[in-house]
C-alpha cells in the first residue's frame, strides 16, 4: 500500500515537471527554435506516458506517510526531477551527453548554478529560461509545491516537508501544513514578481528579468548572459539583485511573521540577528578592501603617468564600493553565486571573508544552501558553555535561542550535521582530486557543490573545469549536490542499516 502512494505521488510530479515545461516550450514555438520544440514536447508527451497509467492504476487510494516513506518520496521525487530536466538537453541535441545534461539539470533544481555550458547567448532562448525555472522550482521545493496544491495528504505532508524543508529545527507557521506550504510559496512568487517588475524598470529585457528573478529568489546563479550582472553595468539593477538575494537567503517564515507585523518574533530571533551581524561585518571589510585597491591601482597609474606610460580610468566611488561589497557578499552569503564584475579589485582579506562565508550559508527556511547560520549560532552558543563548565564544573547550563532555552536535542542534531558535512565534504573533494585535478581546486569544487553555492568570484577564470570532467566525476558531484540541497540527512539515510530494517 505504500509502494503505491509514494508510486502515485511521485507521478504526480512527473506531471507537475511536465506542466513546467509549457512556459519554455511556448518561448521556443514563438520563436520558432525547432530543436527545442522537439526536445520540450517529446518530454512532456513521455511524461505524460509514463504518469497517466500509474495514476489510473492508484486512483481512489488513500495516501498516509511515516517519517521514514517521507524520506523516501522526497529523495525520489528530486531524482526524477533531476532526470526529467534532463531529457530537453538531450532530445535537443544541445548537450547530447547524458552526464552533461544530468549535471546541468541538477545544477539548476539544487540552485547551485554550476554550468557545463560556455557560451550562454549561442544556446537557445527557450533552454535559457528552463534553466532559469529549474533554479526557481528547486528554490522552494518541488515538494513542498505538492503539498501545496495536493491537501488530502493531510497528516503526512509534514513529514514531506520535513524531509525537504532546509534548517535543523522545522515549524508550522499555520496549523494545516497545506495553508503553511500555500503561504510560503504565494510569498515566494509576489517577491519573484516584483523583482522581474524593478528590473524591468531598471533596464532590463522581461525575458532577462524574469530568469534573473528566477536565480535571484532561489538563490541559484544561473544568468542568461556571459558576464552576468556586468552586461548590463547599471548600478541600480546590481542594488535591486543585491535587496532581493540577501531576502532570498532570509528565513520565509520570518517574512511571514513581519507581514503579520510581529515584529518582536524577528527582533528576538538569533538567526536573524547573527544573519544582519555577518552582513554588515563582511561588507564593511570588503569595502575597506575596495578602497584600499584602488588607492594602490591609483597610485600604480600615477607613477604610469608620470613615466609617460598607460592611463587612468575612473576608479571605484565609495558608493560603488558599498553596492560591490554589498552584491558579493550577498551571492556567497546566500550561496546565489551570481557576478557582476568588479572582483579584481578584492584584496585577500576580502577574498577570505568571501571564502569563509561559503562555510556560513543563509537562514532555515530560505532558499539558501550552505551549513547555515543557526547551526552555526547553536554551535557559538554550546562553546560559551563548554567554556562556563571548565569554570564551574557543577554547573548547569543551556543554550538560548530566539531568547527561549534551547533543547538539547538540537545541540546534537547541529553538531552530528557539522560532523556530517565535513566528511562528505571530504570524500566528494578525494573523488575529485582522482580526477588528476590540485588538491586545493578540488576542495573548492566539492565545497561549491555541497553547499549549492555556485561558481565563487576566484573560479571564474576556470568556467570549463566542469566540462572536461570524467562522467563518474560529474556523477559524484551531482549526487553531493542534491544531498547538500536536501541537507544531507535525507540522501544519506538510505545508506543506514536501520533505515531499511
Known amino acids: 500500500m505504500r509502494r503505491k502512494a509514494i508510486t502515485r505521488l511521485l507521478f504526480l510530479l512527473v ?196 530568469t534573473h528573478a528566477f536565480s535571484t529568489m532561489a538563490t541559484g546563479g544561473f544568468s542568461s548572459r556571459n558576464e552576468g550582472l556586468a552586461y548590463w553595468n547599471s548600478p541600480a539593477i546590481v542594488w535591486i539583485v543585491t535587496v532581493f538575494m540577501i531576502i532570498a537567503g532570509f528565513n520565509f517564515s520570518l517574512i511571514f511573521r513581519l507581514l503579520q507585523r510581529k515584529w518582536k518574533d524577528v527582533y528576538y530571533n538569533s538567526e536573524a540577528r547573527a544573519y544582519g551581524l555577518i552582513l554588515l561585518i563582511s561588507v564593511t571589510i570588503g569595502v575597506l578592501s575596495f578602497q584600499l585597491s584602488a588607492e594602490t591601482i591609483a597610485n600604480a597609474r600615477q607613477a604610469e603617468a608620470a613615466a609617460g606610460i598607460g592611463y587612468g580610468r575612473p576608479l571605484t566611488s565609495i558608493e560603488g564600493s558599498i553596492r560591490t561589497a554589498f552584491f558579493y557578499t550577498a551571492s556567497i552569503l546566500t550561496t546565489t553565486g551570481l557576478t557582476a564584475g568588479g572582483q579584481a579589485l578584492l584584496t585577500s582579506p576580502a577574498k577570505a571573508i568571501l571564502f569563509l562565508l561559503m562555510f556560513i550559508g543563509g537562514c532555515s527556511g530560505s532558499t539558501a544552501g550552505g551549513i547555515k547560520v543557526v547551526r552555526h549560532v547553536v554551535l557559538l552558543k554550546q562553546t560559551e558553555n563548554e567554556m562556563k563548565k571548565i569554570l564551574y564544573p557543577r554547573g548547569v547550563f543551556s543554550i538560548r535561542l530566539n531568547n527561549k532555552v534551547g533543547r538539547k536535542d538540537v545541540v546534537y542534531g547541529v553538531a552530528g550535521f557539522i560532523f556530517l558535512y565535513f566528511f562528505v565534504l571530504v570524500i566528494s573533494a578525494l573523488i575529485v582530486a582522482s580526477s588528476g585535478l590540485g588538491h586545493l581546486q578540488s576542495f573548492s569544487v566539492a565545497l561549491i557543490s555541497q553547499g549549492n553555492i555556485g561558481l565563487d568570484p576566484a573560479m571564474l577564470d576556470q568556467v570549463r573545469i566542469f566540462v572536461d570532467f570524467p562522467d563518474y566525476v560529474k556523477w559524484t558531484l551531482s549526487f553531493v549536490m542534491l544531498a547538500g540541497r536536501l541537507e544531507l540527512w535525507t540522501a544519506l539515510v538510505f545508506f543506514s542499516r536501520d533505515y531499511w530494517r
Not at 523516501?72 to 535537443?92: D, E, H, K, Q, R
Not at 554550468?115 to 533554479?135: C, G, K, Q, V
Not at 503526512?156 to 500555500?182: C, M, S, V
Open 15 to 210: 506531471l507537475l515537471y511536465a506542466l513546467a515545461m509549457t512556459f519554455p516550450l511556448g518561448i521556443a514555438l514563438f520563436l520558432s527554435e525547432g530543436e527545442m520544440i522537439a526536445g520540450f514536447g517529446i518530454t512532456m508527451a513521455l511524461c505524460a506516458a509514463a504518469a497517466f497509467p500509474a495514476l489510473m492504476a492508484t486512483r481512489g487510494l488513500e495516501i498516509r506517510f511515516s517519517a521514514r516513506d517521507g524520506f523516501m518520496l522526497v529523495f525520489l521525487a528530486w531524482v526524477a526531477a533531476c532526470l526529467t530536466g534532463a531529457l530537453p538537453y538531450v532530445l535537443s541535441g544541445r548537450i547530447p551527453h547524458f552526464a552533461d545534461a544530468v549535471f546541468e539539470s541538477v545544477s539548476g533544481f539544487t540552485t547551485t548554478g554550476t554550468s557545463i555550458i560556455n557560451d550562454l547567448e549561442i544556446m537557445p532562448r527557450s533552454l535559457i529560461f528552463w534553466r532559469a525555472e529549474t533554479h526557481w522550482l528547486g528554490g522552494m521545493g518541488m515538494v513542498v509545491l505538492t503539498v501545496a496544491l495536493l491537501p488530502f495528504l493531510g497528516v503526512g505532508g509534514f513529514q514531506l516537508l520535513k524531509a525537504e524543508i532546509t534548517g535543523p529545527d522545522k515549524e508550522r507557521i499555520t496549523p494545516k501544513i497545506t495553508e503553511t506550504a500555500k503561504i510560503l510559496w504565494l510569498i515566494y512568487i509576489t517577491l519573484t514578481a516584483l523583482e522581474t517588475a524593478l528590473l524591468v524598470i531598471a533596464g532590463m529585457s522581461w525575458f532577462d528579468a524574469v
